[in-house]
């Protein structure tokens, strides 16, 4: 079987779970050859208000960094968040072929719906939700939902650089290359249209996005024992 008849089989399948799980249930299919990192096909895409085109998501991007995919089929009921601060509950099963990772089959479902029966039925009961803040670790989101490559770049900016990035006009160029290396380090720059993206939220040209990323590669080269 040829690789682009394997993802072509993938596309039919996410209309058919799209159907069998329902509208509370998200159905992805993510193709990651040649760089693409992209949503190539999606059921039910109101659940994370995303659509075909959408990127990869960042703890997508931390499983080809790390490359846990190799030794795992999927991953199962981790929780996610959407870009308007819903949470979801979120599986995803690693296309391979060989050594190669060829895409992602992720289903994400919004528990909200599921949360509003379970209280309505604990109320008949007369007993109250815990409240989230008591809730163990496990239950804060582990991906997060985005769908742009902008949106998923300014959410890793504020999260490591707060309101700084709003003037960026006044960021030194050291600055510059710490953002660059945190987003390398994130394995955004995997995604198409990155380099694009950064130069223009840091008001520079893609070839000094691509300056900076060598400089910083060869100052890892020299601390390296």
């Known amino acids: 079987m040829i690789m682009q008849d394997l993802i072509q089989q993938y596309r039919s399948i996410v209309k058919f779970l799209g159907n069998v799980l329902g509208e509370h249930s998200e ?17 039910n895409g109101s659940v994370s208000n995303r659509r075909v085109g959408a990127p990869i998501t960042d703890l997508a991007l931390s499983i080809i960094g ?11 009921n981790y929780a996610g968040c959407t870009a308007d601060n819903r949470e979801l509950r979120s599986s995803t099963f690693f296309i391979k072929e060989g050594d190669r990772l060829l895409g992602m089959l992720c289903v994400n479902t919004d528990v909200a719906f599921f949360q509003e029966i379970s209280d309505a039925i604990l109320k008949l009961g007369g007993i109250d939700r815990a409240p989230i803040d008591i809730l163990e670790d496990s239950t804060k989101p582990l991906e997060y939902f985005t769908d ?3 949106d998923m770049i300014d ?28 987003l390398e380090q994130k394995g955004l720059f995997l995604i198409k249209g990155a380099v694009s993206e950064v130069a223009n ?25």
């Open 27 to 43: 159905v992805a299919l993510l193709d990651l050859r040649e760089g693409k990192g992209e949503i190539v096909a999606i059921a």
């Open 66 to 76: 790390e490359g846990s995919w190799k030794q795992k089929d999927y991953i199962c």
């Open 148 to 150: 742009s490559i902008s």
């Open 155 to 182: 959410r890793t900016l504020i999260e490591h650089f707060g309101e700084r990035l709003k003037y960026s006009e006044y960021l030194t160029q050291r600055e510059k290359m710490d953002i660059v290396d945190i």
């Open 201 to 225: 939220k840091l008001q520079c040209s893609e070839a000094t996005i691509y300056r900076y990323r060598t400089q910083i590669n060869k100052e890892q080269l020299n601390k390296a024992p």
